[in-house]
């Protein structure tokens, strides 16, 4: 593209808060912890970059925290750029309106779910000039070549005077294997790490985009409208042994909304990577009713480590109001299916989503140690938005609330129990699950499996102990 601007593809952050960059704790930077001490890959910046790039517009990705960046020396280096484009997520929204005030010669982009569940009010409050709603790929490259005339782009919003304009929705693009391989040289890939794999470079790969559920606490729908796009099982194991043999890692988390869906597609998918014989460890996240034996099987085979469950609540009032609508036999069929693999599984539950009582919740803690997964992680349900959650409690959502959204901390709640008590209880339950022998003995086995490593995994749990009694 002739006489392009200069692109700046970057993630938010907050002026004043020192980062130190270690290894992973459990707070990271979805949930939006003050401190960061790991991150996840940013593999929605490298995609959009990638197609950028494939069109000749000149493009960077900052990653401030990793990159070791302060607010002042972030501000300074995006100065040399014509466009930012910035993530945004509910809990750094306040950090990334700042960032970008003294930027207003630019053209300030925002993109991501709350961007997209917000454009109208974050345009009408000045805080940026463009928001690319839903999927960004196709949306950013037009939008960049389209600055000056932004009324036929599809999927963005923006300002035209004083007057907000929002173009209609973008339409999915079903056809991901055209996509190109994220651009992964622009960003230091020794630098991201996930607690499953302890201080270990660990690479995002997503197999599929969307979900089919209808969790009312979770915003996919925003962007894939209840639907699941797919990769084709050669592409995405292309990819990682791109990865594996281009940045000698071996970490991955298939970060797809959800992996486990459709058990011919999984099978493909794992026995070409047991027949491609890549010395990979990966884990993903999946629900406890779309498994079944045949690719619990060929998932440990392939190097699978650790899937993430969503059980969320023992009450199944809050299962049907929350539309989780998981029951205690498949939670527990899958818990142990997926353990006797020899594949450890994170179960993640919450407290305080509309119907929870002190009795579902204490309910839902003692359930944790029933089903007894590997590790569990407890969280104050949130209304981000974008969610039907929200938008049926959006009036208890003011001011800065959003920034508290971290999933552990919250100064509303969204049942009968005031805000404060779900926090006690929430600790509460940490301290039952994980002041347990069987934790310890488990714990015992992970370091066992990687002796090597055990300095560093014990300095996560200890952090991630931190993080949430602090
Ligand atoms: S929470 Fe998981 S299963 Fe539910 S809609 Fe979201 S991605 Fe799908």
Same mark, same amino acid.
């Given at each position: ?11 938010? &952050?907050?002026?004043? #808060? ?8 459990v707070?990271? %930077? ?6 960061? &001490? ?22 960077? &990705? ?12 972030? *501000?300074?280096?995006? $100065? ?13 929204? @306040? ?12 053209? %300030? ?18 805080? /940026?000039?463009?928001?690319?709603? @839903?999927?960004? $790929? ?5 939008? &960049?070549? +389209?600055?000056?005339?932004?009324? !036929? ?20 693009? %079903? ?9 992964? !040289? ?9 607690v499953?794999?302890p ?10 985009? @969307? ?44 970060? !797809? ?12 998918? /794992?026995?070409?990577? #047991?027949? %491609?014989?890549?010395?990979? #460890?990966? *884990? ?19 190097? /699978?480590?650790e899937?993430?469950?969503?059980i ?10 929350? =539309? ?8 527990t069929?899958?818990v142990s299916?997926t353990l006797k693999?020899g594949i450890r599984v994170s179960a993640?539950f ?12 204490r309910?839902t803690s003692a359930l944790a140690r029933t089903l007894n997964p590997t590790f569990a992680s407890f ?24 920034? =508290?959204? !971290? ?7 969204? /049942?009968?129990?005031?805000?404060? #008590? ?5 600790v509460k339950a940490y301290l039952l699950f994980y002041f347990r022998p069987s934790f310890w003995f488990s714990l015992l086995r992970f370091i066992s499996s990687d002796l090597?490593?055990a300095?560093?995994i014990l300095?996560v749990f200890y952090?991630q102990a931190? +993080?949430v009694l602090?």
């Amino acid at each position: 593209m002739e006489n392009a601007p200069r692109v700046l593809l970057m993630n938010p &952050i907050e002026e004043g #808060q020192d980062y130190v960059v270690d290894v992973d704790p459990v707070v990271s %930077r979805h949930t939006g912890g003050k401190t960061k &001490i790991g991150v996840f890959y940013p593999l929605g910046m490298t995609y959009v970059a990638a197609v950028l790039r494939e069109h000749d517009i000149p493009v960077e &990705i900052l990653d401030p925290i990793p990159d070791g960046y302060t607010f002042e020396s972030a *501000l300074a280096h995006a $100065e040399g750029f014509d466009v930012i484009i910035m993530a945004l997520a509910a809990s750094n929204a @306040g950090g990334a309106y700042r960032f970008f005030s003294p930027l207003k010669d630019k053209t %300030r982009i925002f993109m991501g779910t709350h961007a997209t569940a917000l454009d109208v009010r974050i345009l009408e409050e000045d805080y /940026c000039d463009i928001i690319i709603r @839903g999927e960004p $790929e196709l949306t950013a490259l037009e939008a &960049i070549r +389209n600055l000056n005339n932004l009324a !036929d782009v599809e999927g963005v919003s923006f300002k035209n005077g004083s007057e907000v304009v929002r173009n209609p929705d973008r339409p999915l693009n %079903r056809n991901l294997d055209d996509l190109p391989l994220p651009a992964r !040289d622009l960003v230091d890939n020794s630098k991201y790490h996930i607690v499953s794999f302890p201080g270990r470079p660990t690479a995002m790969v997503l197999t599929s985009r @969307g979900c089919p559920f209808s969790c009312t606490y979770c915003a996919t729908h925003l962007f894939y409208k209840h639907r699941r796009n797919v990769r084709s099982p050669e592409a995405v194991v292309n990819e990682v042994e791109h990865v594996v043999k281009t940045y000698g890692i071996s970490n991955f988390f298939f970060a !797809d909304d959800t992996f486990n869906i459709g058990e011919k597609r999984v099978v493909e998918i /794992c026995d070409l990577l #047991q027949e %491609r014989k890549l010395p990979i #460890q990966w *884990l993903c996240l999946g629900r406890v009713d779309t498994m079944t034996e045949p690719m619990i099987r060929a998932m440990a085979r392939a190097g /699978c480590k650790e899937i993430l469950y969503g059980i969320e609540s023992a009450s199944p009032d809050v299962q049907e109001q929350t =539309k989780k609508n998981i029951t205690r036999e498949q939670m527990t069929n899958t818990v142990s299916l997926t353990l006797k693999a020899g594949i450890r599984v994170s179960a993640f539950f919450m407290f305080g989503n509309p119907g929870d009582t002190l009795e579902s919740i204490r309910e839902t803690s003692a359930l944790a140690r029933t089903l007894n997964p590997t590790f569990a992680s407890f969280n104050i349900s949130t209304p981000d938005p974008g969610t039907e959650l929200y938008e049926s409690v959006k009036d208890r959502v003011t001011g800065n609330t959003f920034e =508290k959204f !971290d999933r552990l901390n919250t100064d509303i709640s969204i /049942c009968d129990i005031p805000a404060e #008590q779900l926090r006690k209880e929430l600790v509460k339950a940490y301290l039952l699950f994980y002041f347990r022998p069987s934790f310890w003995f488990s714990l015992l086995r992970f370091i066992s499996s990687d002796l090597l490593n055990a300095p560093t995994i014990l300095k996560v749990f200890y952090r991630q102990a931190m +993080n949430v009694l602090k």
